[in-house]
């Protein structure tokens, strides 16, 4: 199962290529990033299919950050299509930790949420005319 990420950086020159060069270095494959950042502190937003090994290493190097299971949803490439489906979510009571967006086609964004209950969130979207479970 994937796990998603979010690592609390310092906002400087090198510091997502030592994150990267630290999990590369350990034989793990990151499957989608974005970053940001604003003042001192930076925050980079990944998925990895070595969720276990992620962890130790982000354990080890000291970062302080958040981690959930994805489910990966088809929201609807609208204004507002993001809104549904996190009103949804918030309806079931699932809280999004992270998201991040993975693929998109023809009116579709394939976006991967990291939630703190897999379950509820796949409930939410049961008959949702607007989103998918992938």
């Keep these: 199962m994937k796990r998603q990420f979010v690592v609390q950086l310092d906002n400087r020159p090198g510091e997502l ?21 604003t003042g001192p502190i930076a925050c980079a937003f990944m998925t990895t299919a070595h969720g276990e090994e992620a962890h130790a290493v ?7 950050f958040i981690e959930g299971e994805t489910i990966v949803v088809d929201v609807m490439d609208a204004p507002g299509g993001l809104a ?17 967006t993975v693929g998109r086609r023809a009116g579709v964004v394939e976006m991967a ?11 939410a979207l049961i008959n949702c005319e607007l989103a998918g479970v992938g």
């Design 84 to 100: 549904d489906v996190a009103e949804r979510f918030a309806s079931a009571g699932v809280n999004i930790l992270s998201t991040l």
């Design 17 to 37: 290529a030592h994150l990267a060069r630290a999990l590369g270095e350990r034989g793990i494959d990151i499957t989608a990033i974005a970053c940001a950042g």
């Design 113 to 123: 949420f990291a939630v703190d209950n897999v379950e509820k969130a796949r409930g």
């Design 58 to 64: 982000l354990k080890g190097l000291g970062h302080q």
